[in-house]
């Protein structure tokens, strides 16, 4: 039976940060307003919105959102990177006969652009969810497992019956997420197609 998979996509399987960074500093530049954007890429993975509550006050928000929006595609995209081992983490599910889904924070229209740059092979891309909200689109995918680098990518895998696998690429280390736990903590993406070859979910159990 195959085994279909459900990954997140900033620092699970693209390296968004040097794009991300770079469209918050062309914002602040637009809107005249001092941003960290060093910190911002130590904190990826919420909602656009929750990020820019750090900057700007409440009513400002869907305004800058929709700017950072138009900006992006045009700088990040083409800044962004494939994670390590993350095609060779894609091809492993494929070549097990299994599906894949991306779901992630990210709106729908930039995973899509960040996907089809990469040259990822997937079967759909969900966008503009996160932590347990991810869960119903991982559910209805029917994924055995969700692989992303934040505690709130354990509450997806949770929330969506899946198994949680967790890589150390994004703010949090191994231990760190097996405290908050992960039922798989990787150090990368690197290690996902061995430990992938050896494990067996429930439904394919005989």
Same mark, same amino acid.
């Given at each position: 039976m195959m085994t279909?998979?459900?990954?997140?996509?900033?620092?699970?399987? =693209?390296?968004? #940060?040097?794009? @991300? +960074? /770079? &469209?918050f500093d062309e914002l602040s530049a637009?809107?005249?307003?001092?941003?960290?954007?060093?910190?911002?890429?130590?904190r990826l993975g919420p909602p656009l919105e929750i990020?820019?509550?750090?900057?700007?006050?409440?009513?400002?928000?869907?305004?800058?959102a929709t700017l950072f929006r138009e900006i992006y595609p045009r700088v990040a995209v083409?800044?962004?990177?494939?994670? =390590?081992?993350? #095609?060779?983490? @894609? +091809? /492993? &599910?494929?070549d097990r006969g299994g599906r894949v889904i991306v779901v992630t924070g990210k709106?729908?229209?930039?995973?899509?652009?960040?996907?089809?740059?990469?040259?990822?092979?997937?079967?759909?891309?969900?966008?503009?969810l996160f932590g347990a909200a991810k869960g119903t689109a991982l559910a209805r995918f029917g994924a055995a497992a969700y692989v992303g680098d934040h505690v709130a990518d354990i509450e997806a895998a949770r929330a969506g019956g /899946? &198994?949680?696998?967790?890589?150390?690429?994004?703010?949090?280390?191994?231990?760190?997420l097996r405290?908050?736990?992960?039922?798989?903590?990787?150090g990368d993406l690197t290690e996902f197609a061995a430990w992938f070859a050896g494990w067996r979910p429930h439904d394919e159990l005989v």
């Open positions: 279909s998979v459900g990954f997140d996509l900033d620092l699970t399987l =693209a390296d968004t #940060r040097s794009g @991300i +960074a /770079a &469209v637009r809107v005249g307003v001092p941003i960290d954007s060093d910190a911002i890429i130590t990020e820019l509550a750090n900057w700007f006050p409440a009513d400002e928000i869907p305004a800058v083409p800044m962004t990177t494939s994670m =390590a081992g993350a #095609r060779e983490a @894609i +091809a /492993a &599910v494929r709106n729908v229209h930039d995973a899509v652009r960040t996907v089809n740059s990469l040259g990822f092979e997937v079967d759909e891309v969900v966008g503009s /899946a &198994v949680s696998v967790t890589v150390a690429t994004g703010p949090y280390t191994v231990e760190e405290d908050h736990g992960a039922d798989v903590a990787l």
